[in-house]
C-alpha cells in the first residue's frame, strides 16, 4: 500500500519544513518539502532532502555497541573501559574491530551498573545530562530524558548550548529575545545579513525579500 504522509522537519534549524513523505508497505520510499507550506514552498535542504539515504544507510548503528579498543591512532592514547581507572584494554589497530555488538539488555544494564557506582560514591548530582536541541520532536526534544535525569536526581544543565550567545546579541541590540513573522520581512527597508550566509544557514529569509 502507498501513502502519503504529511509531516515537518523536527531538527532544531528551526524552520520546521513541510514534509511529504511517500511511504509504500512500511518503508519510506520519498520524502520532498511540502509545496502547499505557506512559508517554506516545498523547500527542504540538502541535509534534509537526503534524509532517506541516511535512514537506511547501511552505515548507520542499529543496535548497541561497546568499544573495546582504545580510542585514536594506536599507542597514541590511553583508555580505561567502565570507568576502571588503568583497566587494560586492547590497542586499536584496526577501526573496524574497535566496536563489539551488544544486546540491549547488556547495554542497559552497564548503564545503570555504572550510573549506580557514580551515585554512591559521588551522589546523583555528578551526573550531568549534556545535551541540547537536536531534534526538536516532542518525545526527543525534551521530554523522556528530562524525566529520567529528574528521576535519577541528576546535575540540571541550562539547555543553551549554542543559544545563549545569539540571545545575548539578540538583546544587545534589540533589547528584547523576539524574532521577526515570515510575513513581515517584505516590509523591512534595510535587512543585514551579519556574519550569516542566508542561501545556506537561514533559507527561509532570503525568499521574503528577494
Ligand atoms: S531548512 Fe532543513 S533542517 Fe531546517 S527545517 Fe528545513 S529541512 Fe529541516
Same mark, same amino acid.
Do not use: K, W
Given at each position: 500500500m502507498k501513502q502519503v504522509v504529511h509531516g515537518a522537519c523536527p +531538527?532544531?534549524?528551526?524552520?520546521a519544513c513541510g514534509v511529504l513523505i511517500t511511504v509504500e508497505d512500511g518503508r519510506a520510499t520519498k520524502i520532498q518539502g511540502d509545496p502547499? +507550506?505557506?512559508?517554506? =514552498?516545498g523547500f527542504l535542504c540538502a541535509k534534509v532532502a537526503k534524509y532517506l539515504d541516511r535512514v537506511y544507510s547501511?552505515? =548507520?548503528? %542499529?543496535y548497541p555497541m561497546r568499544r573495546i579498543a582504545a580510542k585514536g591512532?594506536? #599507542?597514541q592514547r590511553s583508555f580505561a573501559p567502565h #570507568?576502571?581507572?588503568g583497566a587494560a584494554v586492547p590497542t586499536q589497530t584496526d577501526p573496524t574491530q574497535a566496536w563489539q555488538r551488544i544486546s540491549w539488555d547488556e547495554a542497559l544494564d552497564e548503564i545503570a551498573s555504572r550510573f549506580r557506582a557514580i551515585t554512591t560514591e559521588f #551522589? @546523583?548530582?555528578?551526573?550531568l545530562p549534556y545535551s541540547y536541541g537536536g531534534t526538536l520532536g516532542t518525545l526527543n526534544g525534551a521530554f523522556m530524558d528530562r524525566r529520567f535525569f529528574h528521576r535519577l536526581g541528576a546535575s540540571q544543565l541550562d =539547555?543553551?548550548?549554542? @543559544?545563549a550567545a545569539g540571545e545575548a546579541g539578540l538583546k544587545s541590540v534589540l533589547g528584547v529575545k523576539l524574532g521577526t513573522e515570515?510575513?513581515?520581512? =517584505? +516590509? @523591512?527597508k534595510y535587512i543585514i545579513a551579519w556574519a550569516s550566509n542566508i542561501h545556506g544557514n537561514?533559507? +527561509? %529569509?532570503w525568499p521574503f525579500i528577494t
Open positions: +531538527h532544531d534549524c528551526p524552520d502547499e +507550506h505557506p512559508v517554506t =514552498r547501511p552505515d =548507520r548503528v %542499529l591512532p594506536a #599507542g #570507568g576502571q581507572p #551522589g @546523583s548530582e555528578a551526573i =539547555r543553551t548550548i549554542c @543559544s515570515p510575513e513581515q520581512f =517584505r +516590509h @523591512s537561514n533559507v +527561509h %529569509l
